[in-house]
Structures are given as structure tokens and as C-alpha cells.
């Protein structure tokens, strides 16, 4: 009795042994992870920092900063109309209406988001030169191309990663 309680307590041990170093190795492939990304967004920045002058990064921090103030209160809105949509589909006995009134809220919040980007976006447009702008919008569709496949579960393969 006495070995089988032992030989079970070793047992464990190197079970829990085994799971820490492997949390542990997760941990540094992780943190590995980390500083490749911010190394990757630093190397970005500085990028854009010879993309465009001083006075339009200030132009544009201006115009993000009335953008964030803008959609803010609209974001608050949309999680409170989500919050509402989730509640609502979850009743014991559903009201349709009220789900498709909620919808209908839901998706003109969104438009007004969109709106205030689309606004955003022309407006940063309008401060650069034709050829910052053609960059521009192709770094804007390589973005969004990247968007839709991690939209879709797709991932592009690691050596098309721009």
C-alpha cells in the first residue's frame, strides 16, 4: 500500500514538473512573440516617421484625437445596443420586433462610425502629397487584404507578411 502511494506521489510530481516546464517554454515562445511584434510596430513607426513631416503627423495626431472623441460616445452606444441584443435573444419568450428594432439601431450606429472614418480617412489624405498619397493607399489595401483573412480563419503564408 504503502509503495503504490509512494510511486503515485512520484508520478506526480514529475507530472506537474512536466506541465510547469512547458508552461514555462510557453511563457518564453510568448514573450518572444511579444518583443518580435513590438520590434515589428517600431520598426513600422519609424517607417511612417520618414513617411510623412513633422507638421502632418501633427495634423493627423489633431484629426485621430476629434475622430476618438467623436466615436467614443458611439462605441458606448453600440456595447449598450449589443448588451440589449444579447438580453433580448436570450428571453425566455423572444420579442422579434424589439430584436429587429434593436438591429436596425445597431447597424445606424455602425454606419455613423463609418462615416466619421471615411471622413477621417479623406481628410488625412487631403494633407499629403500625390505620391505620400499613393503609398497611402496601398499600404491602406494591404491592410485591409490582411484584415480579411484573418476574418475569414485564413492566414497568409509567413514569407507574404508585409
Known amino acids: 500500500m504503502k509503495i503504490k502511494f509512494l510511486t503515485l506521489a512520484v508520478l506526480a510530481i514529475f507530472a506537474v514538473g512536466s506541465v510547469n516546464a512547458q508552461n514555462a517554454e510557453r511563457g518564453k515562445r510568448?514573450?518572444?512573440?511579444?518583443?518580435?511584434?513590438?520590434?515589428?510596430?517600431?520598426?513600422?513607426?519609424?517607417?511612417?516617421?520618414?513617411f510623412f513631416t513633422e507638421e502632418q503627423q501633427e495634423q493627423m495626431k489633431a484629426l485621430r484625437l476629434e475622430t476618438a472623441k467623436q466615436i467614443k460616445p458611439l462605441r458606448n452606444q453600440?456595447?449598450?445596443?449589443?448588451?440589449?441584443?444579447?438580453?433580448?435573444?436570450?428571453?425566455?419568450?423572444?420579442?422579434?420586433?424589439?430584436?429587429?428594432?434593436?438591429?436596425?439601431?445597431?447597424?445606424?450606429?455602425?454606419?455613423?462610425?463609418?462615416?466619421?472614418?471615411?471622413?477621417?480617412?479623406?481628410?488625412?489624405?487631403?494633407?499629403?502629397?500625390e505620391e505620400q498619397r499613393l503609398k497611402f493607399d496601398a499600404r491602406k489595401d494591404r491592410m485591409k487584404d490582411r484584415r480579411g483573412d484573418r476574418f475569414r480563419g485564413e492566414r497568409p503564408p509567413r514569407n507574404n507578411r508585409g
Open 30 to 50: 510568448d514573450l518572444e512573440k511579444k518583443g518580435e511584434m513590438m520590434k515589428r510596430h517600431d520598426l513600422r513607426a519609424e517607417r511612417m516617421d520618414n
Open 78 to 129: 453600440l456595447n449598450e445596443l449589443e448588451a440589449r441584443q444579447q438580453t433580448l435573444t436570450t428571453a425566455e419568450k423572444a420579442d422579434l420586433n424589439a430584436i429587429y428594432q434593436n438591429i436596425d439601431k445597431i447597424s445606424d450606429v455602425k454606419a455613423d462610425i463609418q462615416k466619421i472614418m471615411a471622413k477621417q480617412h479623406q481628410e488625412i489624405r487631403s494633407i499629403l502629397t
